[in-house]
């Protein structure tokens, strides 16, 4: 299977995500909000994203920084789809631009302190989180808590599993080709 040849953090990941996404899903489906639904859907599809990157890792030499413009083309448009999704005018604003701020999560793939990248999309995010709280709608108060619990969690992942950046496979494949065929988001490291 597949699974047997993703590297050690793509599972871990795996776990990550079992254990912290669920949450956000099932406030989001017992809110009955559309929008939170949706921007559920979104936050799954940055962490598919960030685990096709890790399972990579496995396979791929490092990217150049000059890579990593086309290797995040398919989150650059998932943040763009999310950002767009944040209509000033609707009650569930603030929650749609926490999560356009969430897509973030992926560029820690790039970082050498992944953790500390995890810490600063935490704290543009909670900026909207706040004011989506004070909103005091319940079913938006249980969502947005998972969501930031889910996100929060990465930091402590992080520091436990990539805490001075990722390695990534000496003498590996070409980054950019192998992206090509397998675009982040798509299942190609799953």
Request: glycine letters at 8%; aromatic letters at 6%.
């Amino acid at each position: 299977s597949a699974a047997a040849v993703d590297p050690e953090i793509a599972v871990a990941l795996d776990a990550f995500i079992q254990q912290k996404l669920p949450a956000v899903q099932a406030a989001a489906t017992a809110s009955g909000v559309k929008d939170l639904e949706e921007a559920t859907g979104t936050v799954a599809a940055a962490f598919r994203m960030l685990r096709d990157a890790l399972a990579a890792t496995g396979r791929v030499a490092k990217p150049k920084d000059q890579d990593w413009a086309k290797i995040f083309a398919p989150v650059v448009e998932l943040g763009s789809k999310a950002n767009k999704a944040c209509d000033n005018r609707s009650e569930w604003f603030q929650s749609r631009k926490a999560v356009a701020e969430a897509v973030n999560i992926v560029a820690l793939v790039t970082q050498p302190g992944p953790a500390g990248h995890i810490k600063n999309v935490l704290e543009t995010m909670d900026f909207h989180c706040v004011k989506a709280l004070q909103r005091k709608h319940e079913a938006e108060v249980i969502w947005v808590r998972a969501l930031k619990d889910a996100i929060k969690g990465l930091e402590p992942w992080c520091m436990e599993n990539c805490k001075m950046g990722l390695t990534w496979k000496a003498n590996g494949e070409d980054p950019v080709q192998y992206f090509a065929a397998q675009p982040l988001g798509g299942g190609g490291g799953a």
